[in-house]
């Protein structure tokens, strides 16, 4: 314990020189503004930011890309609440909520809450990490196939309310999203499948972002256009105000939110170590749960706080839950942290267990920046509130084409293809027909994050098993993780067939 | 005739659209990129293919050695098909090139389907050849050396795990190769990228794995797994006690090229030109640095003699994917 602290101590002296405070703040401060910019996102900042860390020591470097990846984590938020764009998949399910808080005016509670809850969730994994990495590396190294397939059973049953009232079409949601994320090359079977009319585009699958900036941004803007062309006219442009008092306000009914944060934060943290996972399940699993535990779930969707602070608590965790395995292990917890790798590389750095005693201040140094940076995005955020809060005031007839700019963008940033673009505007026009006709969106999000990582899993299982479905409950880790989600995923069914039990419906005629 | 080109030359020059000339191959003065040279990654962002490109990227922009910035873009798709195809689709580019591995030869011969012919490709620099070794995790103190493990392996018969890359990738060639040589029955489970299959061996989710020396090293330093043999036709300098299986009397010698490619068509100047960065990329202390710790393996290898490198591999290739029921 002394030394641990000891060996921190030694981490702030390192973060506490003059050139890597600075490169603290001027990541955090990038880092916000690529994550707000959709498409953009920790991934392709951190990957174009890379040759510019040749300048620094490899310390200063990590510090560097760290704060833009933290930064970033907030950044996120930002986009998702304003514009009802995901600035990066780890933000989609901030837009569940968020948006809807905007709209009815009061985004500044939203962007405080975010950057609240994300400060929390900051600040619980990187005690974490501080003091349970070494056992926390060795749950990741034991997490296996079938482990991580019970993990996303679970994400999927914390998401099984989140269709709303007709069972039917959330399934039918689902299994778009689940087919979706099958295009592309089976692992299994090292061959190109669903390669759609053979264009050359699928065979790198259907990017996550692509569907979600599609449904959500194309999507959003097609359906705020109607409403305005309807005379409706309040939507993108709310009367959104920002002050001291509403400031004050807003954090005092944060209070009520601790819950649903902390929640975020260790569940995002848990979820954010396995390798693979990243922060994007992590949020979409903090959220569903939020749900779940709330009181009033039914306000979930239209514009509940807690639906903000969760899943930005947990993408916050997650991020540093994810440096865990790159450093112990050598495996990227996400793919930012695998750009991080290649960083590491380049610095004559070779990540895995050793690293920790070979190169003690340079993982100290990280983690106290972790510290620091958690700190100076949460005040440079909360300092920005404002700016923000003026860009909703531009008119929706400039506002509008801005974002769908910056949709475009988005969509062509991550794979520099204009198949995807082409593809996402195809997705914002079918998600705004589904939404339309009452089809829940959020399921087929879920699915395409998901989906990818369940398949494998569940696959590379049952070749072990040889067929047998026991692998997933006989294991320790698996077994009770099945177990609960399969609880969680029939709750609902038990439920409705008790009350029905209790009191009898009354006779129709 | 010359004389006047020349002065036509300048007063183009001077009216300030030489842009458009710059491509073409002037008289006395070597090619140049005149743009940022699009390096197309044929796996995912952090795999190990990935990092060595990013490593190239930081040599080349830190060294000064190139006028514009290499800029990486990563085509992971279907197994290569993604990045084979949009470079064969760049036919007579001098700002496209690639980053290839095995599924260079693999992928083409799979899926006739998408035309590509890597004999039309230009040759640039392969800078290295990646190792495979058969590892085990140390806490098996029953295995020792190649003949504990067959034993080992055999006692567990189809239950005896061999994590890998992906189905018909190299590990797989590699698995198919011991099983056949040793009469065994392992299981071959396929899984994204060589991290993670080292990590399945570390976390004692697999029984043993075919992994590159560098995807290995961590754990290795670490001491959580350990190497039994090396693919390779001799010893390999970082790891001296693990016996080739060569000397074992096995004709098992198995390299992974990490190799540059131009798009088809590129014109001779510029192959010239990526030619001599590579070179001077190739024998820079950085480089050298990663190839020694990474233990890569391979001389460099430019021009006509990387193509007939290519066209060899290639036909090597097409026997082991006949052989393991791949291709008919």
Known sequence: ?509 | MYQSQHTLRKVVCALGVSAILAGMPILGHAWEPQKPVEFVVMAGKGGGADKAVRLLQSIIASENMAPVPFTPVNKPGGSGAEALVHLNGKKGDNHTIMFTLNSFYTTPLRQPGLGVDITTFTPIARMAEDTFLLWVHSDRKDINDVADFVRAARNKGSKWIMAGTGKNSEDNLLTDFLNTAYDLNMKYVPYKGGGKVAKELAGKNADSTVNNPSEQLGFYEAGTTKALAAFTDDRLPLFPKAPTFKEMGYDMVYYMQRTVVGAPGMSDEAAAYYNDLFTKVFNSPKWQEYRTKKSLQGDLLTGDALMSYWKRERDVHEVMLKKMGAIK
């Open chain 1, 1 to 509: 314990m002394f030394e641990i602290l000891g060996l921190l101590g030694q981490g702030f002296l390192v973060v506490f020189e003059p050139q890597n405070l600075l490169l603290i703040v001027g990541g955090c401060t990038l880092g916000l503004f690529i994550g707000a910019m959709p498409g953009l996102g920790s991934v392709n900042g951190v990957a174009i930011l890379l040759p510019l860390t040749f300048l620094v020591p490899p310390t200063g470097a990590i510090i560097f890309l760290a704060a833009i990846y933290y930064g970033a984590m907030y950044g996120g938020a930002i986009s998702s609440i304003m514009l009802g764009i995901p600035g990066a998949s780890t933000a989609v399910a901030t837009t569940f909520d968020g948006r809807p808080l905007a709209k009815q005016g009061m985004a500044d509670k939203a962007l405080i809450g975010a950057a609240v809850a994300s400060f929390v969730g900051g600040s619980i994994s990187v005690v974490l990490f501080t003091f349970f990495a070494p056992p926390l590396a060795h749950v990741a190294l034991v997490f296996g196939a079938p482990e991580e397939f019970a993990l996303m059973m679970l994400a999927f049953a914390t998401f099984v309310g989140l269709g709303g009232d007709d069972i039917f079409k959330t399934l039918f949601s689902i299994c778009i999203g689940l087919v979706l994320s099958a295009v592309g090359f089976d692992i299994i079977s090292g061959e190109p499948r669903l390669v759609l009319w053979d264009i050359t585009g699928f065979l790198h699958g259907v990017n996550f972002l692509v569907l979600a900036i599609g449904i959500y941004g194309i999507g959003e803007m097609l359906w705020t256009v109607e409403e305005h062309a309807l005379g409706g006219g309040k939507s993108m442009l709310s009367e959104a105000t920002v002050s001291v008092a509403r400031t004050l306000a807003a954090l005092r009914e944060l209070v009520k939110t601790w819950k649903a944060t902390v929640m975020g934060s260790f569940l995002g943290y848990f979820v954010g170590i396995l390798p693979a996972a990243g922060a994007t399940p992590g949020s979409l699993m903090a959220y569903g749960i939020a749900k779940q535990i709330s009181k009033e779930p039914e306000k979930f969707g239209e514009g509940a706080i807690e639906g903000v602070c969760a899943p930005e608590a947990a993408n916050n965790a997650a991020s540093t839950g994810s440096m865990l395995p790159m450093l112990t292990l050598g495996i990227p917890g996400s793919p930012t942290t695998a750009i991080l790798l290649g960083g590491m590389v380049i610095w004559g750095l070779e990540p895995g267990p050793r690293l920790f005693v070979d190169h003690s201040e340079f993982v100290w140094g990280l983690i106290a920046s972790l510290y620091a940076a958690n700190l100076f995005t949460l005040l440079i955020n909360i300092a920005f509130i404002p700016v923000f809060i003026k860009v909703l005031k531009t008119p929706f007839t400039i506002l509008a084409p801005v974002i769908f700019i910056l949709c475009l963008i988005g969509g062509y940033a991550p794979t520099q293809d204009m198949h995807d673009v082409w593809l996402m505007i195809v997705f914002g026009i079918v998600g705004y027909l589904m939404r339309k006709l009452d089809y829940p969106l959020a399921p087929a999000v879920l699915a395409i994050v998901l989906g990818p990582l369940a398949e494998p899993a569940m696959r590379q299982s049952l070749i072990i098993s040889e067929g047998s479905f026991m692998i997933f409950f006989e294991r320790v880790y698996a077994g009770p993780i099945m177990i609960a989600a399969l609880i969680l995923l029939f709750l609902p069914l038990f439920k409705k067939v008790y009350d029905r039990i209790r009191k009898p419906q009354p006779q129709a005629e």
